[in-house]
Nanobody, 129 residues
């Protein structure tokens, strides 16, 4: 199982950015794939998750309405569209995955990062004027 996040960069408050998570080595529809972030000095936190089979999505409260998660099964890729970015969104963003069968619901799989089994290297997002 391999995941690779990309697309990070430096943006100004209010601007938008899109991240990509390219996956390989597993059957996409059998997994939950999520985005997580870790700011300096803070714990890693959930951003958003998507069910690889039925595309059900989950968002943490702080990003709901601003971020959009989506997937392209043909490309085995998960995207995170981020709008109205705030300095508080500054963090290293990681994508991660876990088998759907390990959890009875998407919420339980994604409520914390501890549910994820496979991790990719992160991509840095900096929001600053």
């Amino acid at each position: 199982v391999q995941l690779q996040a990309s697309g990070g960069g430096l943006v100004r408050p209010g601007e938008s950015l899109s991240l990509s998570c390219t996956t390989s080595g597993f059957t996409f529809g059998d997994y939950v794939i999520g985005w997580f972030r870790q700011a300096p000095g803070k714990e890693r936190e959930t951003v958003s998750c998507i069910d690889g089979d039925d595309s059900t999505v989950y968002y943490t409260d702080s990003v709901r309405g601003r971020f959009t998660i989506s997937s392209d099964r043909a490309r085995n890729t998960v995207y995170l569209g981020m709008t109205s970015l705030e300095p508080e969104d500054t963090a290293v963003y990681y994508c991660a995955a876990v088998e759907r069968r390990d959890f009875v619901s998407l919420e339980l799989a994604c409520f914390t990062h501890y549910g994820m089994k496979y991790w990719g290297k992160g991509t840095l997002v900096t929001v600053s004027s």
